[in-house]
């Protein structure tokens, strides 16, 4: 069955830029919404964004100014980049099969975050 | 955007004991309101979906209801894998958002 995995550097400097990546396996990408989630004790659960498999997105007005979403070419993984990140940043950072909300293209599965990854936790210091 | 009250924060109940979780949304969200079950250290898991719809594999002694701005999830007869903290989200309109958590304490 499709199961995703969160990687990335699990320590980044205030004012630089944390990049995740997730990756699916076992399944396709193909005609599904992927999402980036976040948890924090501070600001509880917090959707980032997602992105189609064909690599449009939406984002979180919160956070769009400075998160960028892709999709591989390979389309086995999709990506995450915060700029200028904060402590505030500091969270267990997941991914997520689904888009979260009512899309303009229905996809199968879409009524929720069925498929969560392990999450991965980044820290903001210096 | 839509803010999720859950309550109450904690609930300290028995092994089957039945238990009853409650989300209020901030404006009218109609039944577009899913469930999740956290346990500690692992990620959230899908209960419920579109407010009484049961996602794949969850056992029939979780159950959703409710439409507008309060729901319920109800937990029939708790299981000792079911002590954890359970969070509402609702997809009705963007950004989606989550509740505060309700944690389901022995």
């Known amino acids: 069955q499709v199961q995703l995995q969160e990687s990335g550097p699990g320590l980044v400097k205030p004012s630089e830029t944390l990049s995740l990546t997730c990756n699916v396996s076992?399944?396709?990408?193909?005609?599904?919404?992927w999402s980036w989630i976040r948890q924090s004790p501070g600001t509880g659960l917090e959707w980032i964004g997602y992105?189609?498999?064909?690599?449009?997105?939406k984002y979180n007005p919160s956070l769009k100014s400075r998160v960028t979403l892709s999709v591989g070419t390979s389309k086995t993984h999709f990506s995450l980049t915060v700029k200028s990140v904060t402590a505030e940043d500091t969270a267990v950072y997941y991914c997520?099969?689904?888009?979260?909300?009512?899309?303009?293209?229905?996809?199968?599965?879409?009524?929720?975050?069925?498929?969560w990854g392990r999450g991965t936790m980044v820290t903001v210091s210096s | 955007e839509i803010v999720l009250t859950q309550f109450p924060t904690t609930l300290s109940l028995s092994p089957g004991e039945g238990a009853s979780l409650s989300c209020r949304a901030s404006?009218?969200?109609?039944?577009?309101l899913a469930w999740y079950q956290q346990r500690p250290g692992q990620a959230p898991r899908l209960l419920i979906y579109?407010?009484?719809n049961r996602a794949t594999g969850i056992p029939p002694r979780f159950s959703g209801n409710g439409s507008g701005t309060d729901f319920t999830l109800t937990i029939s007869g708790l299981e000792p894998e079911d002590f954890a903290v359970y969070y509402c989200?609702?997809?009705?309109?963007?950004?989606?958002?989550f509740g505060g958590g309700t944690k389901v304490e022995i």
């Open positions: 997520a099969r689904g888009a979260g909300g009512i899309v303009v293209v229905p996809a199968p599965l879409n009524e929720g975050f069925g498929l």
């Open positions: 076992g399944g396709s990408m193909r005609s599904q919404y």
């Open positions: 992105i189609y498999y064909t690599g449009s997105t």
């Open positions: 404006q009218t969200i109609g039944v577009y």
């Open positions: 579109d407010a009484s």
């Open positions: 989200q609702q997809r009705s309109n963007w950004p989606p958002t």
